[in-house]
């Protein structure tokens, strides 16, 4: 799978590997603390190097693991200020360990592995609003990291079934809405009866960001805020759904709500 998502941008590229660990439901991360970050262990692919043979080495350096690579999980790429931003993720087997190695550059970023909770890496990517403690540019930084952080553990969540999207449940989000109340994107299609948005700045895998409909209100709105009340899990499409609103709603009060577009895929509320 490959996800395009958020500014593209004519820049030199950069390509990283990135590797997936996981071990008795911790998953390995490298903490950044001069950012106050958490990444995925790897980095960028010297000249001549196959993205295999790169992230053996990267992931020995920074987390002192001999690997298998088992799997290619996903390829994003973005633009982030100075470059596009090629990322190869691949989840991994640990065969051995050795010495990690890092660079000045590391050294000086403060980076260090850790085994996770993965619960708790779910929520920290799950964190959409801008970190503005570092500047600009690594505002926008952290946005990508974290957009395709949110990307890695959606799609392990559907390869394990760790059912970890309740996560969302009760979270206070803002939204914009694209298709207000009373949108058709074809004359002959029924008009949407509730509004229906985005939550900026965090992207799902179909390379948009993450998707929700808003309850509270019959009149079209540009933008609104509440809580999430449910998640809807489709079984036949990338991404999952957020049902928003500042209200108890029943789940059949839900189903009927959303059911002018979920009718056409396979999918359940979680509540």
């Excluded at 960028?44 to 350096?61: C, I, Q, T, W």
């Excluded at 690997?67 to 051995?96: M, P, Q, W």
Aim: charged share 30%; hydrophobic share 40%; net charge negative.
């Amino acid at each position: 799978m490959h996800v395009k998502y958020g500014k593209q941008l004519n820049n030199a590229v950069r390509n990283a590997v990135r590797g997936i660990v996981i071990k008795d439901g911790l998953i390995g991360m490298v903490k950044v603390e001069k950012f106050d970050c958490f990444i995925f262990p790897g980095g960028g692919v010297d000249e001549g190097e196959s993205l295999e043979v790169a992230l053996k080495r990267e992931m020995l350096e920074e987390a002192g693991l001999i690997v298998d690579i088992s799997k290619h999980l996903l390829t994003t790429e973005t633009a982030e200020y100075r470059f596009t931003h090629v990322n190869h993720f691949y989840l991994c087997e640990i065969i051995g360990t050795g010495e990690s190695c890092l660079t000045d550059i590391e050294i000086d970023l403060d980076m260090h592995f850790e085994w996770m909770p993965i619960n708790d890496m779910y929520d920290y990517f799950l964190n959409y609003r801008d970190d503005l403690r570092f500047g600009e540019e690594n505002k926008v930084v952290q946005r990508s990291i974290k957009s395709r952080g949110f990307m890695i553990m959606s799609l392990l969540n559907n390869m394990f079934d760790w059912r970890i999207e309740t996560r969302w449940l009760g979270r206070s989000v803002d939204m914009k809405f694209d298709r207000p109340v009373g949108f058709q994107s074809k004359p002959e299609y029924t008009p949407y009866p509730i509004n229906y948005g985005f939550i900026e700045n965090i992207y799902s895998l179909d390379g948009g960001e993450v998707d929700c409909y808003y309850l509270d209100s019959d009149e079209p709105l540009n933008e609104a805020s509440g809580k999430v009340i449910a998640v809807v899990k489709r079984f036949d499409d990338v991404e999952n759904k957020l049902v928003v609103s500042n209200k108890n709603h029943s789940k059949e009060e839900i189903h009927d709500a959303i059911n002018f577009i979920e009718q056409y895929f396979d999918s359940i509320i979680l509540m």
